[in-house]
């Protein structure tokens, strides 16, 4: 007699620590994925940011091959013009102005026989006679016919009205991102923040923005010479537990003294305080 026997398979279930195992390593792929990403997606903006500034950096060394001779002679701001007779004007901030036409000779002033302002962007630099007084205005400037990106500059020598174009002549270098490395002489430590306090120079644009620490800030600047003036600077609010790095309530409207020291960029603030500040690109 034959029996008939019936086999029944229950489907198998996942053990507990299988399905546990599964979602570990999910999390763990999802976010290695993440990473991933972010790292491709940074690189590839620090590629593109790089290749931008030094196609800006180009543009800049258009106009600089211009004036190699004067910068290398010190001269800060370099203007001429033809109205109403040929003229040539020539700053060094530090050391003399010297003023030429081609009648009336040359006239020659030193920084200590000068007083210097600015309002609503026009810069007026005037002798203690007021023989010579200097107004460069930060507006496009027509040389030829041709829009250039330089300053309307008006001279007024002896009651004779002089007006042409100029330009204030930058370091190149300025033109960059600049990461904050040390206050004073104390390293910056950057470990328990998000992003690394910063400040990037437009030239062409001659606009600033950055991050102090704790608030994004933003605004505009002039270069006069080695001395960069910082116009009014705006920010963010947030509030932070540590105060910012990089004080833009002092630097506004302030001429702040900058120089390179073995490719660093350093500003020196009138309290006698530094801020050190190394390239990214």
């Known amino acids: 007699m034959s029996q008939e026997i019936t086999l029944s398979f229950a489907q198998a279930s996942p053990s507990p620590n299988f399905a546990h195992m599964n979602r570990s390593t999910y999390s763990l792929l999802l976010s290695c994925f993440i990473g991933v990403l972010f790292l491709f997606l940074n690189t590839s903006c620090r590629f593109i940011t790089k290749r931008r500034i030094a196609k800006e950096k180009e543009k800049l060394s258009v106009t600089d091959t211009l004036h190699v001779a004067e910068k290398k002679s010190g001269t800060d701001f370099s203007a001429s013009g033809d109205v109403p007779e040929s003229w040539t004007l020539q700053m060094d901030l530090d050391k003399n102005i010297i003023f030429k036409t081609s009648t009336s000779g040359n006239f020659l002033y030193y920084p200590s026989d000068i007083t ?122 947030m509030a932070c537990e540590k105060p910012a790095m990089i004080n833009t309530l002092f630097m506004t409207n302030q001429l702040v003294d900058y120089y390179f020291k073995e490719g660093k960029l350093v500003l020196y603030f009138i309290n006698d305080s530094k801020l050190t500040f190394k390239p990214e690109f």
Not at 174 to 197: Q, Y
Not at 205 to 213: A, H, I, M, S, Y
């Open 116 to 237: 210097s302002s600015i309002d609503n962007q026009i810069k007026t630099y005037s002798s203690k006679d007021y023989k010579l007084i200097i107004n460069i205005e930060e507006k496009p400037c027509q040389s030829d016919g041709i829009s250039i990106s330089t300053t309307q500059t008006t001279v007024t020598c002896n009651q004779i009205s002089y007006s042409g174009c100029g330009i204030f002549l930058k370091n190149n270098a300025l033109h960059n991102k600049w990461i904050l490395e040390k206050i004073d002489d104390a390293l910056v430590n950057t470990t328990s923040m998000r992003e690394s306090p910063f400040m990037q120079l437009d030239l062409l644009k001659l606009k600033v923005n950055g991050q102090d620490g704790c608030n994004r800030f933003f605004g505009t600047f002039n270069v006069e010479g080695n001395r960069i003036r910082f116009n009014a600077l705006g920010a963010t609010k």
